[in-house]
């Protein structure tokens, strides 16, 4: 049974709604980053409701060193050890399969690890990132996959993503286990396999037809965001969406910007996540529907105005640009705090206008108002 209802498309944009054990959220969605169960910025997860968040996105990676996922499973899951009764998302490590290049060795039984913090070995394959989702409790689970670098050479990228395929399997096979065991905390969890074949074409539709005979839940397109050209990044979409069961929800990972997002929208992509927003404010960098802000830039010294007019966020409702590149000069945490609230209730209302456009047909029109200048710097 799909967790997936389409509503509404227009051309390829599509309307719908994911239900889980945790709620429903309405697609397009943009899921809030909190790699360690926290959004960077002094934002809670109360805060989190008012800026319209429907998903929070969680690290496997990160949250298994610390605090672990056992102790987050004996607190009993991610839900409750951060108060979020929505639904989240957990990662599954493998995109550390690319960040941390220099500290790993991949194998066919999965990936040997040097911990970051203090250079630990750890070993993390498929069914070791299954299990610690699955002491995460999250609603969603991603499979183990590789994010190979770009460029990398055809063999190599064919080579990984076959092993991805496998690696999936052996995912699907190990969470059909645990959430058959009474002590599971989340025995709905859900788990999305994930397209990769870097920019190869051929490769990245022949790897999408294999994992969607493997009927997930849900599909993600990984492997972007990671040095290609946006052109290059729209032409994988526009090869692999044809092939991605209409019936399941489609995952962009790691995407993007405000732009990014409006065009992965009219190629029929339903989810996304990005620390953009979160980073970006925390270095003084606002999202407008004019473009973005740099609020230390010295013209905003003296300027009464809110970050953005349009905007009707708590803290363009309360504060000016003046005092806000004031916080920041003086090092004030509430600097970020509040930029960051800003940032997160503008991507989560972009999603609200999106999925509105499509609802009253005029979703092309939206795209051509605002893809090219959402990105643009004022």
Same mark, same amino acid.
């Given at each position: +049974?799909?967790?997936?209802?389409?509503?509404?498309?227009?051309?390829?944009?599509?309307?719908?709604?994911?239900?889980?054990?945790? /709620?429903?959220?309405?697609?397009?969605?943009?899921?809030?980053?909190?790699?360690?169960?926290?959004?960077?910025?002094?934002?809670?997860?109360?805060?989190?409701?008012?800026?319209?968040?429907?998903?929070?996105?969680? $690290?496997?990676?990160?949250?298994?060193?610390?605090?672990?996922?056992?102790?987050?499973?004996?607190?009993?899951?991610?839900?409750?050890? +951060?108060?979020?009764?929505?639904?989240?998302?957990?990662?599954?490590?493998?995109?550390?399969?690319?960040?941390?290049?220099?500290?790993?060795?991949?194998?066919?039984?999965?990936?040997? @690890?040097?911990?970051?913090?203090?250079?630990?070995?750890?070993?993390?394959?498929?069914?070791?990132?299954?299990?610690?989702?699955?002491?995460?409790?999250?609603?969603?689970?991603?499979?183990?996959?590789?994010?190979?670098?770009? %460029?990398?050479?055809?063999?190599?990228?064919?080579?990984?993503?076959?092993?991805?395929?496998?690696?999936?399997?052996?995912?699907?096979?190990?969470?059909?286990?645990?959430?058959?065991?009474?002590?599971?905390?989340?025995?709905?969890?859900?788990?999305? /396999?994930?397209?990769?074949?870097?920019? @190869?074409?051929?490769?990245?539709?022949?790897?999408?037809?294999?994992?969607?005979?493997?009927?997930?839940?849900?599909?993600?397109?990984?492997?972007?965001?990671?040095?290609?050209?946006?052109?290059?990044?729209?032409?994988?979409?526009?090869?692999?969406?044809?092939?991605?069961?209409?019936?399941? %929800?489609?995952?962009? +990972?790691?995407? /993007?910007? %405000?732009?990014?997002?409006?065009?992965?929208?009219?190629?029929?992509?339903?989810?996304?996540?990005?620390?953009? %927003?979160?980073?970006?404010?925390?270095?003084?960098?606002?999202?407008?529907?004019? /473009?973005?802000?740099?609020?230390?830039?010295?013209?905003?010294?003296?300027?009464?105005?809110?970050?953005?007019?349009?905007?009707?966020?708590?803290?363009?409702?309360?504060?000016?640009?003046?005092?806000?590149?004031?916080?920041?000069?003086?090092?004030? +945490?509430?600097?970020?705090?509040?930029?960051?609230?800003? $940032?997160?209730?503008?991507?989560?209302?972009?999603?609200?206008?999106?999925?509105?456009?499509?609802?009253?047909?005029?979703?092309?029109?939206?795209?051509?108002?605002?893809?090219?200048?959402?990105?643009?710097?004022?």
């Amino acid at each position: +049974m799909s967790i997936f209802k389409l509503l509404k498309k227009e051309n390829s944009a599509r309307l719908g709604e994911v239900r889980t054990v945790h /709620g429903i959220f309405k697609t397009p969605c943009f899921m809030n980053v909190g790699t360690l169960a926290a959004i960077k910025g002094g934002v809670s997860s109360w805060d989190l409701v008012d800026l319209k968040c429907q998903v929070e996105l969680c $690290n496997t990676y990160h949250l298994h060193l610390r605090p672990g996922d056992e102790v987050i499973r004996k607190l009993g899951g991610l839900q409750k050890f +951060m108060s979020w009764n929505r639904p989240t998302l957990t990662d599954s490590g493998g995109f550390q399969v690319f960040s941390l290049a220099k500290i790993r060795r991949i194998e066919e039984e999965g990936v040997y @690890f040097s911990s970051h913090l203090n250079g630990e070995k750890i070993f993390m394959g498929p069914e070791q990132s299954v299990e610690i989702q699955s002491n995460l409790g999250s609603t969603i689970a991603m499979a183990f996959d590789e994010c190979i670098a770009n %460029p990398s050479t055809r063999a190599y990228t064919k080579a990984s993503a076959e092993r991805t395929v496998r690696w999936l399997e052996r995912c699907l096979s190990k969470l059909q286990d645990l959430n058959a065991k009474k002590e599971t905390i989340n025995q709905n969890q859900l788990l999305f /396999g994930i397209n990769q074949g870097s920019t @190869f074409l051929d490769i990245r539709q022949e790897n999408m037809k294999q994992i969607a005979a493997l009927d997930c839940d849900g599909y993600a397109i990984g492997g972007l965001a990671v040095g290609e050209t946006k052109e290059q990044m729209y032409a994988v979409i526009d090869h692999v969406e044809p092939f991605m069961p209409q019936n399941k %929800p489609r995952y962009l +990972m790691g995407v /993007g910007k %405000p732009g990014n997002i409006i065009e992965a929208v009219y190629r029929g992509v339903d989810m996304f996540d990005c620390v953009m %927003p979160t980073r970006n404010a925390r270095h003084a960098h606002v999202n407008t529907w004019s /473009g973005v802000r740099n609020l230390l830039n010295l013209k905003y010294e003296t300027d009464p105005n809110p970050i953005d007019k349009e905007c009707d966020c708590l803290v363009c409702r309360r504060y000016s640009r003046a005092y806000l590149r004031h916080l920041f000069k003086a090092k004030e +945490m509430l600097a970020s705090r509040l930029c960051v609230m800003h $940032n997160l209730y503008f991507y989560n209302t972009l999603m609200e206008k999106i999925r509105e456009a499509i609802c009253k047909s005029n979703f092309c029109d939206f795209r051509r108002k605002y893809a090219a200048i959402l990105d643009l710097r004022i």
